[in-house]
């Protein structure tokens, strides 16, 4: 996004919406610092601009910076061209929502997710990249289903696109499965290298009640110094599940 400084009047109205803190006052106008800026659209949107100052050049729609917009404007779809075939709709987790219908998560097997960069912080992609050769070193396997799967130039090993590593989003999820044997494994070393990215990230399992109510993998999270927040969601009228349990 980009401010007219020939346009903008200096009346301060529009910072306050920018969810990365990228607008700044310099020389008697406001400007954006556009290698934070996530390319949200919220300032275009919302911010009420008097003057019209605000708008978005050409560039913000070239890849790869185009990518921003994909991940941190939910009025923005994801391009066909760089994510064809993407079946998935928002900005993911839509099946770890559904399971009751979908049974994606089938007993003997958990659903992680790793959300970069909410709230309000965003997230360069080179963090992301941290997470996603660490999980394919240890077996994990992305899939196609997943948006991030379009942007690794190797998925095997988990390494992205070169081009992309610099870029910044609002926020991105990295999201899989994992047999229930590999959980304290997977969690030692997420907790090390999550140390190490330089955003915020909300971490979430994916895991079905037994029968008697119970959460079993709670205890095993917090013998692994986690504190476990459960949280659940329900889905009136989803209709039967697809796959039997
Ligand atoms: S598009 Fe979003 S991130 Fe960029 S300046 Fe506007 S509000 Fe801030
Ligand atoms: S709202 Fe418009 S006029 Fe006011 S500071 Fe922002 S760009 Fe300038």
């Known amino acids: 996004m980009r401010i007219d400084p020939e346009k903008c009047t200096a009346c301060a109205q529009c910072p306050d919406y920018c969810p990365v803190t990228c607008i700044h006052e310099g020389d008697g106008v406001y400007?954006?610092?556009e290698d934070e800026c996530?390319?949200?659209g919220v300032c275009l949107r919302d911010a009420g601009c008097p003057t019209e100052a605000i708008y978005m050049p050409e560039e913000s729609n070239r890849?790869?910076?185009?990518?921003r917009a994909a991940f941190s404007d939910p009025a923005v779809q994801y391009p066909e061209e760089l994510f064809p075939d993407l079946k998935q709709g928002g900005r993911g987790t839509e099946e770890m929502k559904t399971n009751d219908v979908t049974g994606n998560f089938p007993r003997g097997e958990f659903g992680m997710?790793?959300?970069f960069g909410r709230p309000g912080t965003g997230t360069r992609?080179?963090?992301v990249e941290k997470v996603t050769t660490l999980l394919t070193s240890l077996g994990i396997r992305f899939e196609g289903s997943n948006a991030l799967f379009f942007l690794l130039e190797e998925p095997e090993r988990g390494v992205l696109k070169r081009e992309l590593r610099d870029e910044k989003v609002l926020s991105i999820i990295v999201e899989f499965t994992l047999a229930e044997a590999?959980?304290?494994t997977i969690v030692a070393a997420l907790f090390e290298v999550l140390q190490t990215v330089d955003t915020v990230v909300s971490?979430?399992?994916v895991t079905r009640f037994e029968e008697d109510g119970s959460l079993p993998v709670t205890?095993?999270?917090e013998k692994l110094g986690l504190t476990v927040r459960p949280n659940a969601k329900v889905n009136m009228g989803m209709g039967r599940p697809i796959i039997e349990d």
């Open 38 to 40: 996530v390319e949200c």
């Open 125 to 127: 992609l080179r963090e």
């Open 113 to 115: 997710t790793l959300e």
């Open 63 to 67: 890849y790869p910076r185009s990518i």
């Open 31 to 33: 400007f954006m610092d």
């Open 203 to 205: 971490w979430g399992l």
């Open 182 to 184: 590999q959980l304290e």
């Open 219 to 221: 205890d095993r999270l």
